[in-house]
């Protein structure tokens, strides 16, 4: 009895053996889309653990069948053209899913550290020499709302620059809304923790379907922060529709 439970149990290990490429390349893929979809979906750590593994999990769905039958293809090819190695199934096997897997985590690194990229494409398209980007956070809806903050110290000239050829209007205090719902706001969306205090100024350019704020304190200046949030249609740069 005990060799047939012996002999059965060395039938199972030597199948799952043979099956380890087909595990390896499950697992590689999980983590390509992990890489994929964490750094894209949020700057913060604990978004980007939870929606990440979740986001991941609905690609791998996605996506694990086509990559099963795509190995058992070239399993066939290599044992029918080539001569049998573990080495060689193990890399040839999983070479697509490798070449997915460095593909997102380049692009993570991307989105990690492309925060001067951002800041040109949402602040101002040539960064002046007298800013220095502090603090960067954003985050990404399923519906394609984008949230993004920046903090970052301008000397006064560049400033008024910006203000001025971004087209922004200064928001009166008896329109505004009070000082803690911003920070209450750029910290649960964007996660930039915004050190404002009163008195304040706040400037906003209304587009087609985002605004851009700006905020900075009086007696602190040179401190700057910006806000992109989803905002409603409009006719003209400050115009709401």
Known sequence: MSIRVDSWLRGVLTKIGSLKVYFLGAFLLYIACFFDSATAVSSALSERLVIGSMLALLLWILIAPFQFLLQLLGHWMIRKFCERGIRRELLWLNLPVILFLAYAAYSGLQNVRSKDDAFKRLVVDEIPSSVSIKKYGYSRGSAGDNYVAFEFQIGKVDLDNLLKRGGFSLVSPQEDLDLATYKGLIKAHSHVDAKLEAPWFH???????????????TNEPEVVY???????EVIGPNLAR
């Open 226 to 232: 910006f806000w992109l949030r989803p905002g409603p």
């Open 203 to 217: 400037y906003i350019l209304r587009l087609k379907g985002n605004e851009k704020h700006i905020f900075f304190s």
